[in-house]
């Protein structure tokens, strides 16, 4: 209870006037300042473009002028964001989600920068062996040249060749080229001819071949140069070199091994590259086993493990490990030092344990987190930097979250405002928007049709505001399941299930029906919905999974993540697959990498505006085709950007920004390109229409009118169609990807499989969201998801709990049935927050 929470906004207030971004519609309002102040509204209603398109970027043009005179010349290229003034705006720390995917090779280590004091407390406070001295603290990082470890440079794993990856057949002769690894066409001939001088049988199969002889083609590393008669065979180049008879030319000699070494190590050619590789396996380091540190390193322990295997553990566990050198007594510098890394280390973790991280481990790549779990690490780290007087300005920091969750991450909103700093938060989750001191419910609905404050002040004053989407659900009383969940058709059984924290699982999931997979962070559920179900399921149905989707190729919805490279989801399909046809999964993955591709590309409807295009009475004259209209191709598009539409600035020390391109201005073709019209149109002002405007140019056109009134009835009438892939949500980007796969026509059962659909969508939004994904049901369709919202799992057919904790301690399935019987299963911790829904 803090009594200033409900009072008016103090004279200490961020006064904003005139704001345009976007849609916003020249608003103007006061915030609170040192208060959790949240954005609602339905998606794109504007809540991204007041909180980062205005407040965090003028707070971040600001600091960028204040601290960088280079930056400064820059601004006249950067975007300003269109709002008449803020006052009283304090310096802002942005947590937003990745938007795109990061392509970041960090680990949970080095972000928070847990990794460098570990390595603090094992160069001073470890136990060393006594022969060796004490190690600086960098010794003990695989990222520098002291550290790592000298065979494999710190990598853990080593690519080599092997006689069999480069000699796949040995029963061919080396003129049948039996060393497949070697290069084809006149190279390989030079190889086998200086062979031949050098006197070996190149007609012999390869096994027959002396053991000495084959590992010298194979391994040796000497280049020995040789007079080369090409079309002689062994005995008449012996002759020839004894009668002295000139050669055809000198040719060097490269063993398989160094040839693919180096053309792996070297060559510019992508292609060269990765032939390269197909001839190399890895494996684990044989000096340091995959731990990527130097042997000295190694040997430094702490409580009994080497910092290596010490990263190796739970953050839960590398905590407890510590909680002993945290309250030892001595008084030796050692163990002063180990007491004080160690509580520092504990206090750092403790917060990531508050919010639900526990289970993580240092070496997990940033990557495979996912964008939830990322920005509350980030979270975390922040809390403890003892920041105050700053903005921080965060994206749905709930998403991820179960609700036994949400009240950590609550507390560590509050312990950010008590130490004195704003807190400008996007979020759908009621749980957090009713602890606001302060809402602003942007709206009423996306696009041109929001961009209004509908209300700003405390919370309960929203209940009076008739306009809001917003105020219905936060006041709204829990009410009870009113339908009657559908009988399965029949049951998908997996059996044997092991993968990340799953060990040998058994679950079954009913067919033609609505499942929910739920549990806290961290228990499994990601791990058993998408990965191990689909990577079973895709393999039982012999549907490949795809590979890497090289950038802005992928032209439709994925059939199947990737399982991560050398290993394989452990299970069996026992039962029910025979039912299913087809797999579909809509995942929060990006929609591609690059702003190359973007909403038209990926769901094809813009090969048929291009077509359009190249069929107007000026295109037709000019002989345009509709390649012209493409900004992937050089023909027709601007040559600087080459179709970006923008270019990057590199900033010192700061991270580099995009301007607009100063040929094209963003417009990505070449003028003479957008000369050419349809209906008033170019090419590029197309781009720049959003779902709806499209929707309205092309109603009276079958196939883009089917394709653009998906997009519309999946909430994404407000996205532009050129929006770049980068900056849409991972919620946007799975709602594209429904909406490409809802408007084709499908036969036979197919089985959905969506993770945490309901990221970034407002209770309307999930409303809509559950009606589309209701009636595949209703079609026959089985869908599964992995949810937290519990208005999603009420209303669903059945529920899947996983727990009862995270990471080890989750992993099993704590319950399985009808929502009603869920709610009251005694050992649930998702039971309670059901029943709350549920009333
Ligand atoms: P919300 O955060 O409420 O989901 P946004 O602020 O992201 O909404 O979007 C509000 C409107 O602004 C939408 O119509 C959206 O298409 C548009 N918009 C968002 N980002 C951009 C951008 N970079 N350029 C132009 N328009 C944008
Ligand atoms: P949930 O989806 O319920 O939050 P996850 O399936 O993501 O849970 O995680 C379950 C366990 O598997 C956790 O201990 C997590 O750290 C681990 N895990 C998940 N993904 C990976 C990965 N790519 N590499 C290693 N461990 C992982
Ligand atoms: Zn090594
Ligand atoms: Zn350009």
Known sequence: PDPTRDAPPPTDAVRVRGAREHNLRDVSLDLPRDRLVVFTGVSGSGKSSLAFGTLYAEAQRRYLESVSPYARRLFQQMPVPDVDSIDGLPPAVALQQQRGGSTSRSSVGSITTLSNLLRMLYSRAGTYPPDLALLEAECFSPNTPMGACPRC?????????TERTLVPDDSLSIRDRAVAAWPTAWQGQNLRDILITLGIDVDCPWRDLPRDTRDWILFTDETPTVPVYPGLDRDAVRRAIARNIEPSYNGTFTGARRYVTQTFAKSQSAAMRKRAESFMVATDCPSCHGQRLNPDALRVTFAGLNIAQLAALPLARIADLLVPASVATGIGATDIAARRIAADLIGRIGVLLDLGLGYLQLDR??????????????????IRSSLFGVAYVLDEPSSGLHPADTQALLAALDGLRGAGNSLFVVEHNLDVVRRADWIVDVGPDAGERGGEILYSGPPDGLRD??????????????????????????WLLLADVTWNNLAGLEVAFPLGAFTTVTGISGSGKSSLVGQALVGIVARALGQALPAETPDGAQDGPAPAPREPQGRVVNGLGAGGLAG??????????????????????????????????????????????AGRFSFNLPKGRCPTCEGEGSVMVELLFLPSVYAPCPTCHGARYRPEVLEVTYRGHSIADILGLNVDGAYALFADHPALEVSLETLRRGGLGYLRLGQPATELSGGEAQRIKLATELQKQRRGH?????????????????????????????????????????????AGDWIIDLGPGAGDAGGRIVAAGRPTDIAQAPDSRTAPFLRRVTG
Not at 153 to 161: K, N
Not at 365 to 382: A, I, K, N
Not at 465 to 486: C, K
């Open 465 to 490: 505001v008739a306009r809001s989407r917003t105020g219905p659900y936060l006041f709204a009383p829990p009410a009870p399941i009113a339908r009657t969940p559908r009988e399965p058709a029949g």
């Open 153 to 161: 440079h710190g990598l853990g794993r080593i690519h080599d060749v």
């Open 750 to 794: 197919t089985l959905y499989v969506l993770d945490e659909p309901t990221t970034g969508l407002h209770p309307s939004d999930v409303d809509r969201l559950m009606a589309h994904l209701d009636s595949l049901v209703a079609a026959g369709h089985t869908v599964i998801v992995a949810e937290h919202d519990m208005r999603v799992a009420a």
């Open 365 to 382: 790549g940033v990557q495979t987190l996912s964008p939830g779990e990322y920005q509350r690490l980030r979270l975390g780290t922040q």
């Open 580 to 625: 299913v046809r087809r797999l579909v999964v809509i995942d929060q993955k990006p929609i591609g990498r690059t702003p190359r591709s973007n909403l038209a590309t990926y769901t094809g409807l813009f090969d048929t505006v291009r077509k359009l295009f190249a069929d107007t009475d000026l295109a037709r004259s000019r002989r345009y085709d």
